[in-house]
């Protein structure tokens, strides 16, 4: 059943307020899907993984909202973050289903999520990090080395939290701990992976949902778009216009299914991701980056949005 338009229909509805009538409301529904992987250990000792053709449900709602929820409680409780509304994070990656944790986590503390476009020059990369000044650099396990590289050109930053990986794959274990050994031989930045940082979160209090004054706006997402000729161009988005968007988004009468497979971050990634959490739909993520999956995803799927 869909939520009634009344839900959203209020003026004076915030972001968080917003995004948590939508995870309660439709809780017990999928939200986001990947592809399923197989673990297997070879003759050595060693364990790995293999992507699987069909579909697995990660989490529902209930489960996406919890995960974000605990992350937020470690930012804002954990001594070493200790963050507070406004501060900054830049995230590195592609939408995926730890990407998603990360930006609702900012929704709830009220932190200004700075998504940073893959495959930029390390240039663009390093001024867009020296710019924002985060507090926290969220890299998917796949853009690591990019990300070690700038933490070692000495851009500001205080942690760097590393997502998309399996603690049981030995593999990514080894590309962590390489990234925490280069790291701390020259900074003081602590590296940190997302499994063991939701793990903790799940021992603390709650972290509040930070709900705005009545008079304030503050930035919430601030997006760096690269055409790959001119300079980076750059767009701020308010509390009020991300809610908006979620507002206009939630009013579509029937539950869409959206085929995410990776793409240079940008709104229009996070628009069809958020256009279909919002109306209570189920997105489906796939993998690796092969161009074959995008027509698999549509045709198995079907998705509203492609």
């Keep these: 059943m869909l939520l009634e338009e009344e839900d959203f229909v209020s003026p004076g509805l915030r972001l968080g307020q917003l995004v948590e009538t939508v995870m309660d409301g439709y809780a017990s529904r999928p939200a986001l899907v990947q592809r399923a992987i197989e673990t297997a250990i070879d003759d050595s000792g060693r364990c790995s993984r293999r992507l699987l053709q069909q579909f697995k449900t990660i989490v529902t709602y209930r489960e996406l909202w919890r995960r974000a929820s605990a992350v937020a409680s470690v930012w804002h409780h954990d001594f070493a973050y200790r963050l507070h509304p406004g501060d900054v994070v830049t995230v590195l990656g592609s939408t995926s289903v730890d990407y998603t944790t990360v930006d609702l986590a900012c929704v709830r503390l009220g932190l200004v999520c700075v998504p940073v476009p893959t495959g930029i020059p390390r240039r663009e990369r390093n001024s867009i990090l020296a710019d924002t000044a985060p507090r926290i650099l969220a890299t998917s396990l796949e853009q690591l080395d990019a990300a070690v590289e700038s933490v070692l050109t000495g851009v500001p930053l205080r942690t760097l939290v590393v997502f998309d990986l399996d603690l049981d794959n030995d593999e990514h274990r080894a590309a962590v701990d390489s990234a925490r050994r280069l790291i701390g031989i020259d900074t003081p930045v602590i590296v940190e992976d997302l499994p ?11 972290a509040p949902l930070f709900v705005p004054d009545v008079d304030a706006d503050p930035l919430a997402l601030l997006l760096y778009i690269s055409d790959g000729a001119e300079a980076l161009k750059i767009t701020r988005y308010t509390d009020r216009r991300i809610a908006k ?9 029937i539950p869409a299914l959206g085929s995410h497979f990776p793409l240079t971050a940008g709104l229009s990634e996070q628009a069809v991701l958020f256009r279909t959490l919002a109306c209570g739909g189920t997105t489906y993520f796939s993998a690796d980056g092969h161009r074959i999956e995008r027509v698999d995803n549509y045709d198995e799927r079907r998705a509203g949005w492609l």
Excluded: I, K
């Design 245 to 253: 968007l979620w507002q206009a988004m939630a009013r579509r009468p």
């Design 196 to 206: 063991t940082v939701l793990s903790r979160g799940e021992t603390l209090r709650t």
